[in-house]
């Protein structure tokens, strides 16, 4: 193949200032043959080359190992088909408007930093044409050690950044299991976590908000590392779980896309160099691969044409200058997936700060393959479930009762009529609790609580208490021209001669027809309201 000089030869001065651009090189030639023979001289060093291939953006490192193991070639066609082409403009349009700053494609990318040449070869089909790598450059980069046996990013975290270890542990099946009973009884009240709506999506445990029967009751009965592992494998794979678009610091708009699923193969190539079990700086991490990989989610190195803004002040962040608080925030968030999904542990410089160093884990931590939690349940209806209680079982009490909270060690709930009513929309009865308590208590279920079950699956409700507002008048005559009026429908039981109970929401129209009738209306508002 052509070497670095035969490869530039025929390209313009323009040019070779855009190479000098993207190499850090200060061209001091007056003109073309000079120029190249001094770029020539600079990009055969082995620190210029080194440094430009490592900053290279994510999708032209890409292009470029793909060229190195096929040899330095590869056919155009084929080469074009995976990485792009490039665009056929003209000096004065490409120094005028800049346009090799903004990249097409990966093969673009190249070519204006010197790694890429179009040429044709002769083959046993005949002439043919290629990409290719200059052959002298080529010798000098293959050996730059890409891929798997390229340095980590970083350097092993200090001890005041690992000084509050926070392990990695499996909750977040606990943390499923919550929401999907709370999406199943359309809990009004709840809160549910976009990022594990998202990802419980992604795994088909979800579909709209709506909790998939089959998939759900397959995933609670599973053993807990098979269920966690569900979960991983379906983020890893993902291309609609978008840790971007779900950083609550930032808001997406417009039409524009990102690849989740790339990015996330990049962060996890760069990760995964990092020694297991190392406890790694992360702000190290950061520092590095904003250096040498700044562009390892944008498209073309582009800062411009992706529309975000600040959520706390709707300030908009467009251009590097903003990469700590996009790219970066994205790359802090991907390090709390992996801590959240069981597969780093993490550390902070102070008790409660934010994180200051991960460990990267082979096996989830604090981790336990048993469910055999207990349930106690109290005569009044309360209930505790501990947190290694069966899922399934947690999952199916939970239906029956009210949400009462989350302790560190286990999950309170209460059967009260309400929840009963609920229960009975959805075709579930009182009945079925109790063979459910009874059965995993080895019976150990409150004998009122058991007589409580029983009367409302038999009679329903037999007790009610409601908020009622008592209307008093001075003398029986003036509640009888009330209820002549046209506001006697709101009146109901009467208490005596002279009061009567109404319907809280009613007073407004009962007080007007007082008023009519000449009377005021005082309003006693109960202590402390």
């Known amino acids: 193949m052509p070497d670095l000089f035969a490869s530039l030869h025929q390209q313009d001065f323009g040019h070779f200032r855009i190479l000098a651009e993207y190499w850090g090189l200060t061209l001091k030639a007056v003109n073309s043959l000079e120029a190249l023979r001094e770029l020539c001289d600079s990009m055969l060093e082995p620190g210029p080359a080194r440094e430009t291939v490592e900053v290279l953006p994510a999708d032209g490192r890409a292009a470029l190992d793909a060229l190195i193991a096929a040899g330095g ?53 005949g002439a043919q044409e290629f990409a290719y790598i200059p052959d002298d450059l080529l010798e000098l980069i293959s050996t730059r050690g890409a891929g798997p046996g390229e340095p980590a990013l970083g350097r092993p975290a200090t001890p005041v950044e690992k000084a509050h270890e926070i392990s990695a542990s499996d909750r ?35 579909k709209k908000n709506v909790p998939q029967t089959e998939a759900v009751k397959a995933f609670l009965e599973a053993p807990r590392a098979r269920a966690l592992s569900l979960l991983v494998d379906a983020w890893k794979t993902s291309t609609t779980f978008n840790e971007l678009r779900l ?71 467009r251009g590097f200058a903003y990469w700590d608080a996009v790219d970066g925030a994205l790359v802090r968030s ?88 609920l229960a009975a929309e959805q075709g579930l009865k009182a009945g079925q609790l109790l063979t459910l308590l009874v059965r995993h208590t080895h019976g150990s279920v409150p004998p009122a609580l058991v007589k409580a079950l029983k009367r409302w699956e038999t009679n329903g409700p037999e007790a009610r208490a409601e908020r009622l507002t008592v209307l008093r ?57």
């Open 172 to 206: 977040i099946l606990d943390e499923t299991t919550t929401l999907l009973a709370a999406l199943r009884m359309d809990r009004a009240d709840f809160q549910p976590d976009q990022k594990l709506i998202a990802l419980l999506e992604t795994a088909k445990l979800l």
């Open 73 to 125: 070639r590869l056919p155009w066609a084929e080469f074009a088909r995976q990485f792009g082409g490039i665009r056929q403009i003209g000096a004065a349009k490409r120094d005028r408007e800049h346009t090799y700053r903004s990249p097409s494609s990966a093969a673009e990318m190249l070519f204006y930093r010197g790694f890429l040449a179009k040429a044709f070869f002769d083959t046993d089909k």
């Open 473 to 529: 008048v001075s003398r029986p005559e003036v509640l009888e021209e009330l209820r002549a009026s046209k506001a006697g429908r709101f009146l109901g039981e009467p208490l005596g001669p002279t009061a009567v109970i109404i319907k809280a929401e009613t007073l407004p129209r009962v007080a007007s027809a007082l008023a009519e009738l000449g009377v005021l209306l005082d309003v006693i508002e109960p202590a402390g309201l």
């Open 334 to 421: 991907f390090i709390q997936i992996l801590h959240w999904l069981g597969l780093a542990d993490l550390a902070a410089a102070q008790e409660g700060g934010e994180a200051t160093a991960f460990r990267i884990t082979r096996n989830v931590r604090n981790a336990k393959t048993e469910e055999d939690g207990k349930i106690n349940i109290a005569s009044s209806g309360k209930i505790f479930i501990t947190r290694l209680a069966p899922r399934s079982i947690r999952y199916q009490v939970s239906r029956f009762c009210e949400w009462d909270g989350e302790k560190p060690d286990g999950y309170h709930y209460h059967v009260s009529a309400r929840s009963l009513k």
């Open 247 to 317: 950083l609550p610091s930032i808001i997406c708009e417009g039409e524009w896309r990102n690849s989740p699923v790339e990015t996330r193969q990049v962060l996890q190539g760069f990760i995964g160099v990092i020694p297991p079990n190392q406890w790694w700086s992360l702000p190290a991490f950061l520092r590095d691969l904003k250096q040498k990989h700044p562009d390892f989610q944008r498209p073309a190195g582009d800062y411009d044409s992706w529309f975000i803004k600040r959520t706390a002040d709707g300030q908009y962040l």
